[in-house]
């Protein structure tokens, strides 16, 4: 059964205090991992796909990262309008599995100014 | 920019009423997704649909059914509501390219209560 754990439930951060987020999997075999971005009362936004080991993305104060275990959202001097509740997910391989998503319970970030 | 839309956003039911809840995207995506979102659970997928005319369940289907007549709709159904299920229902949809399944694209939610 494939598994995600987000860690650490919960984050406060001042503005500019650069920190990570901890995304660790188990899936037979991974053909994507996902992080999105959830505001309150609201769905969540897709933010990147990470394919391999070793892959990195980029978009503007975040960066995600691959192992073959985990993922780590990196967050560079965030501002307060980082604060939202960032979560991850994988797709796995397989026969009737490759559509679906397993999603961790998620990081909720507060970024105070 | 519509994307992917959800109705209603808010409903109160009593215990054994029913409802639908529609999705619509305007994407023209093959695949769609039902999930719920429960405090401390994460989403979890209730059913899906890899194309019209075709569903199959996820890891949370019972109490639920779910049509997809056109491409363009998903509708999950609640045929006898149970407090159980009072959550944020939430729809996605996704594409794929090539081998490779795109980014699923999320609706704003349905805050369902169930009294």
């Known amino acids: 059964e494939d598994q995600v754990t987000q860690s650490p439930e919960a984050l406060r951060l001042q503005e500019g205090e650069s920190s990570s987020l901890n995304c660790s999997y188990t899936v037979s075999g991974l053909r994507g991992l996902f992080w999105y971005r959830q505001d309150p009362g609201k769905g969540p936004e897709f933010l990147f796909t990470l394919y391999s080991a070793g892959e990195e993305k980029e978009k503007e104060r975040l960066k995600a990262t691959l192992t073959k275990k985990e993922s780590f959202l990196h967050i560079t001097a965030p501002k307060p309008e980082d604060s939202a509740t960032y979560l991850c997910a994988v797709q796995a391989i397989g026969r009737g599995s490759n559509y679906k998503l397993t999603f961790g319970k998620g990081t909720l970030l507060t970024v105070n100014p | 920019n519509a994307g992917v839309t959800q109705t209603p956003k808010f409903r109160v039911l009593k215990t054994g009423q029913s409802m639908t809840l529609l999705c619509a995207q305007d994407m023209n995506h093959e695949y769609m997704y039902w999930y719920r979102q429960d405090p401390g659970m994460g989403l979890r997928l209730i059913h899906y649909?890899?194309?019209?005319?075709?569903?199959a369940k996820g890891e949370v289907p019972d109490g639920y059914n779910v049509s997809r007549l056109k491409k363009q709709n998903f509708l999950l159904g609640l045929e006898s509501a149970a407090p159980s299920q009072t959550s944020v229902y939430f729809c996605?949809?996704?594409?794929?390219?090539?081998?490779?399944?795109?980014?699923?694209?999320f609706g704003d939610g349905t805050r369902l209560s169930i009294l």
């Open positions: 649909s890899v194309g019209e005319g075709t569903t």
């Open positions: 996605a949809s996704s594409t794929r390219r090539g081998h490779s399944n795109q980014p699923q694209h």
